[in-house]
């Protein structure tokens, strides 16, 4: 039987640490919009980015698009393994 590969705690935290969103901070967000000025109308793609190193201000300005635009839809490239934890 293989032996297990035990590491040190500071090659853990380098190896492991960016999994955990208590280590992290939001720095940048970026949203994309996909808007219809007039029904029936055609459809514009809005690309809003927000960065910063303040990081409930990142969040604040996130949530206040969100209240402009109730009705959305969110998504992500690996957004239930890493955004939607980390937000």
């Keep these: 039987a293989a032996k297990p590969i035990l590491q040190s705690d500071q ?22 919009i996909i808007k219809q000025a007039v029904k029936d109308g055609p ?5 809003k980015t927000i960065s910063g ?9 996130l ?8 009705s959305y839809w969110i998504c992500g490239h690996n957004g239930k393994g890493f955004d939607f934890p980390e937000l």
């Design 11 to 32: 090659d853990l935290w380098v190896n492991n640490a960016a999994l955990y969103a208590e280590y992290n901070q939001i720095v940048i967000i970026s949203v994309g």
């Design 43 to 47: 459809y514009s793609l809005i690309i």
């Design 53 to 61: 190193k303040d990081e409930m201000s990142l969040l604040l300005e």
């Design 63 to 70: 949530f206040a698009i969100f209240a402009k635009y109730p």
